[in-house]
């Protein structure tokens, strides 16, 4: 089984820290995707990344920037965490031979207060 | 830009009876049609997916249906059980964009017994 894990279920931030999203996945997948859910947007894209070192920006990348040192992880960093960023944040991973599947992690509830 | 609209966003049916999601989606170049199921306190899994070049897909209780002429696509759920009480996502893709997903913005199903 593919399994994607995220470093918190729940964090509560401050205005103005800088806050680190963990995720790893364990099954060598080449792509992966951060995005945030909102209640009646769904889920929008904020950063994903094709291979080790590299990224692209979402639709909402604003606010928002990540890094890929290695295969099986993905941080998510928010730079200075406003109220705006309160938010439920998934991570996703995806084998890129085989077909268009995302594996989602169980996200994480941001508050920033 | 590319743009996915789900309808309705709250949807409560009986149990047994059946239920319908409807998607329409923007960009005609998107060939990839997948249905995300989002259980509570979990991330998003693929219950279902469609290509373009097939007008319907079934699986079990589960069923999809497109119309790339009117660009839209449809999940109907049969016999409808409590458990299959979730949020839903729709999501459209196309081939040169490195498996990005543009999701819908979810319709929380509910089941009563």
């Known amino acids: 089984d593919v399994k994607v894990t995220q470093s918190s279920r729940y964090l509560v931030k401050r205005t103005g820290e800088k806050v680190f999203l963990e995720c790893v996945q364990d099954?060598?997948?080449?792509?992966m995707f951060w995005y945030r859910q909102d209640p009646g947007l769904g889920l929008r894209l904020i950063y994903f990344?094709?291979?080790?070192?590299?990224?692209e920006k979402g639709d909402i990348p604003e606010g928002y920037s990540v890094s890929r040192e290695k295969k099986e992880r993905f941080s998510l960093i928010l730079e200075s965490a406003s109220t705006n960023q309160t938010s439920m944040y998934l991570c996703?991973?995806?084998?890129?031979?085989?077909?268009?599947?995302?594996?989602f992690g169980p996200g994480t509830r941001l508050t920033v207060t | 830009g590319e743009n996915v609209e789900q309808h309705p966003s709250t949807l409560s049916v009986q149990e047994g009876d059946s239920a319908v999601i409807k998607c329409t989606y923007s960009?005609?170049?998107?060939?990839?049609f997948p249905w995300y199921k989002q259980e509570l306190g979990k991330g998003p899994q693929l219950i279902i997916d469609?290509?373009?070049?097939?007008g319907e897909k079934k699986d079990q209780r589960i069923a999809v249906t497109l119309n790339k002429t009117a660009k839209h696509f449809s999940l109907h759920i049969t016999e409808t059980q409590p458990e299959d009480s979730a949020v839903y996502f729709c999501?459209?893709?196309?081939?040169?964009?490195?498996?990005?997903?543009?999701f819908g913005q979810g319709t929380e199903l509910s089941v009563k017994p």
């Open positions: 996703a991973s995806r084998n890129q031979g085989r077909g268009y599947e995302q594996y």
């Open positions: 099954m060598d997948h080449e792509n």
């Open positions: 990344s094709y291979d080790v070192k590299m990224k």
């Open positions: 960009d005609s170049a998107s060939n990839y």
């Open positions: 469609i290509r373009s070049n097939v």
């Open positions: 999501a459209a893709s196309r081939d040169n964009q490195g498996g990005k997903l543009i």
